[in-house]
C-alpha cells in the first residue's frame, strides 16, 4: 500500500518519473562532468564544456532573459559568481533524458554571513554532439 501510494502521489506530482539516472550515458557524463567543475569552481572547465554557440537562458515566468552567450561569458560570469559565493556547492537530484535534452533538478548550497543555505532550481541542457549548447534555468526555490 504504501510504495502504491507513493508511486501514485509520483504521478499525479509529475516527479515520481523522474530518476537519478540517464539514458543517454555520453550526456550524463557530461553532466557529471559539468557538476564536478562547477564544484570546483573551475570556470574555465565549465566553459570547456560548452559549444561555440552557447547560450545559457533564465527563464523567469513570461520573461527570457540571457545569462552568458558564448563560452567566455560563461567563464567570466562564473568566476564573479565564484568569487561572490566562495563555498557554494551542487548536486544533482534527479533528471531524465528526452532524445538530446536532460532536464534536472539541483540543488546549491552555500554559507554566508547569515549561515548555511540551499536553494533548487530545474534546468534544462541541450547536447550539441559532446558538448552543452543551451542551457535553460527556471527560478530558484528555497
Given at each position: 500500500m504504501k510504495s502504491?501510494?507513493?508511486f501514485a502521489l509520483g504521478l499525479l506530482t509529475?516527479?515520481?518519473?523522474?530518476?537519478?539516472t540517464y539514458s543517454d550515458t555520453r550526456f550524463s557524463q557530461l553532466i557529471a562532468a559539468h557538476t564536478?567543475?562547477?564544484?570546483r569552481q573551475?570556470?574555465?572547465?565549465?566553459?570547456a564544456n560548452v559549444s561555440g554557440d552557447f547560450i545559457w537562458?533564465?527563464?523567469?515566468?513570461?520573461a527570457l532573459r540571457v545569462d552568458a552567450s558564448g563560452a567566455e561569458a560563461l567563464r567570466a560570469g562564473m568566476n564573479d559568481y565564484f568569487r561572490a559565493l566562495p563555498t557554494v556547492r551542487?548536486?544533482?537530484?534527479?533528471?531524465?533524458?528526452?532524445?538530446?535534452y536532460t532536464a534536472v533538478a539541483e540543488r546549491v548550497s552555500w554559507r554566508d554571513d547569515?549561515?548555511?543555505?540551499?536553494?533548487?532550481?530545474?534546468?534544462i541542457y541541450l547536447r550539441d554532439g559532446e558538448k552543452i549548447s543551451r542551457v535553460w534555468y527556471f527560478p530558484a526555490t528555497p
Open positions: 502504491t501510494l507513493i509529475g516527479i515520481g518519473c523522474m530518476a537519478a564536478a567543475a562547477f564544484n573551475d570556470a574555465a572547465a565549465l566553459s537562458y533564465a527563464v523567469d515566468g513570461e551542487a548536486r544533482i537530484e534527479n533528471g531524465f533524458d528526452l532524445g538530446p547569515e549561515g548555511s543555505r540551499t536553494q533548487a532550481a530545474i534546468a
